[in-house]
Nanobody
């Protein structure tokens, strides 16, 4: 069974950068579209970004467009989320998730596999 583990979270400065990783085990990641989601305290889960199984198609939430970049290295079974120009409102637990769909969406419903999450805190 596919398992996902996020890493790279921590404390980031406003205007700074962090890179999150989503490492997969148990099955080749190139069969899956991958999404990144986040949930802040007291708020609903929000889709942040996604990448198709081939890596040729990506989507971003308006709140992160131009600041975040998703990428994947199927040889390493890993997907990355590069977060630049961080804002305090980016503070949340970030989750990666996998879907067998060919294309991707920032809606949570198609994603069957989820990681445990990594905390990102943006504060000076």
């Amino acid at each position: 069974q596919l398992q996902l583990v996020e890493s790279g979270g921590g404390l980031g400065q406003p205007g700074g950068s962090l890179r999150l990783s989503c490492a997969a085990s148990g099955f080749p990641l190139d069969y899956y579209a991958i999404g990144w989601f986040r949930q802040a305290p007291g708020k609903e889960r929000e889709g942040v970004s996604c990448i198709s199984s081939s890596g040729r198609s990506t989507n971003y939430a308006d709140s992160v467009k131009g600041r975040f970049t998703i990428s994947r290295d199927n040889a390493k079974n890993t997907v990355y989320l590069q977060m630049n120009s961080l804002k305090p409102e980016d503070t949340a637990v970030y989750y990666c998730a996998a879907s067998r769909a060919i294309l991707c969406t920032v809606v949570a419903a198609p994603y069957a596999y989820w990681g445990q999450g990594t905390q990102v805190t943006v504060s000076s």
